[in-house]
């Protein structure tokens, strides 16, 4: 069997549920916009597939949809470089998924620890797709033969997973035909954490507002939530070994340095010895200077939902121009007819 080299190809996506936190923004769209801009070939989707597999308002989805898009462009996402749209639009996923849920195995699902935190001690009552969505998140990426996924920290094991379906098709049906995704998790805010706890994720299902920075937050609120953030009571250290035991301050010199684009280490040289009095409104200032900027777009595109969803539309012609044949040769690899 001859090896298969694919080309770069990138594909990432975000859940419309609910608004997009500085986690979705440092984790996942910031470097979506890198990515974009060193010329590979990017596809970014709005997965509104996935955010019913808890129950959505119909007029909020809507709105979830659109305005992602509009954080999407608003952060500098291109729909002239980008292929930019909404997952439903592409009947391939869910075809796709199908396939793969018949391909991954009970074991992999069942290790999956976002399901088990998601579903906590209500197992019995969530919905199937709640479990099987790691299969449909895998066709999303091998729909376009993708090489390469940026995420954060808590997606890795979803991408291992696709790893894992891409390998048991490849395998079972004696074809080279999937790529090995890369996770691509980079970068100095992977995992940003909690304002009000830093043992836990930013959220956007957090109960607590204050535990969380939205993209649509003015600059008064960042900078109140900013203040308000957990920390403890020493001065900062010089080194980032000095951020042992300290996850509030690892969480907030993290983000510092995600905003400015650089390195932990270069913050702690230029602040170490600081107080937490004398860094947050740095912080804060640091913060709305460059989230201020994309939530005024935000909120200009959100004026026009015709234009939005004349690219969303735009989107996924291209990308169905990609999925379509690739879903046409894995029915042809299985063996149906058509
Ligand atoms: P979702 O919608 O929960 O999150 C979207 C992206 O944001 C990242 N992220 C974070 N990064 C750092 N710190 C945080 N606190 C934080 N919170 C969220 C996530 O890691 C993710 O990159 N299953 C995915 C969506 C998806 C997908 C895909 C992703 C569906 N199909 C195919 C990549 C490829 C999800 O629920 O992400």
């Not at 090896?3 to 770069?8: N, S």
């Not at 019995?124 to 940026?150: F, N, R, W």
């Not at 012609?317 to 690739?326: G, L, Q, S, T, Y």
Request: glycine share 6%; hydrophobic share 40%.
């Amino acid at each position: 069997m001859t090896e298969v080299v694919h080309t770069p190809r990138v594909f990432s996506g975000i859940q419309p549920s609910g608004g997009l936190t500085l986690g979705n923004y440092l984790g996942a769209i910031k470097r979506f916009v890198g990515m974009q801009n060193q010329g590979i070939e990017t596809i970014y989707c709005m997965v509104d597939l996935h955010a019913i597999t808890v129950w959505q308002d119909p007029e909020k989805l809507r709105h979830a949809t659109r305005e992602l898009c509009a954080g999407y462009i608003a952060a500098g996402l291109d729909a002239e470089k980008s292929i930019l749209f909404n997952q439903s639009q592409v009947a391939a996923h869910a075809e796709l998924g199908w396939i793969f849920s018949c391909v991954a195995r009970m074991g992999w699902l069942n290790r999956m620890t976002q399901f088990k935190d998601k579903a906590g001690k209500n197992r019995e009552k969530v919905s199937v797709g709640l479990y099987s969505y790691p299969t449909l998140m895998a066709a999303d990426i091998l729909l376009y033969h993708a090489t390469h996924v940026p995420v954060g920290e808590d997606q890795k094991q979803h991408v291992e997973l696709t790893r894992d379906i891409a390998a048991k098709f490849n395998h079972d049906y004696k074809v080279d035909f999937f790529p090995i995704t890369e996770p691509v998790i980079e970068g100095e805010a992977t995992r940003v954490m909690s304002l009000r706890d830093g043992s836990k994720k930013m959220s956007k299902s957090d109960p607590s507002d204050k535990s969380r920075i939205n993209m649509t937050d003015d600059a008064d609120t960042i900078a109140g939530k900013i203040r308000k953030a957990k920390t403890d009571a020493d001065a900062l250290p010089s080194e980032v070994e000095g951020l042992k035991g300290r996850p509030e301050a690892k969480n907030l010199i993290s983000i510092y340095a995600s905003l400015s684009d650089t390195t932990m280490a270069n913050v702690l040289s230029d602040v170490g010895g600081k107080q937490f009095s004398e860094f947050k409104p740095m912080l804060a200032d640091l913060a709305v200077s460059k989230l201020s900027p994309i939530a005024d777009e935000m909120a200009r595109l959100m004026q026009e939902p015709d234009e939005i969803d004349a690219i969303l539309r735009k989107g996924a012609d291209k990308a169905r121009a990609i999925a379509d044949p690739i879903l046409a040769q894995t029915k042809d690899i299985l063996g149906m007819v058509r």
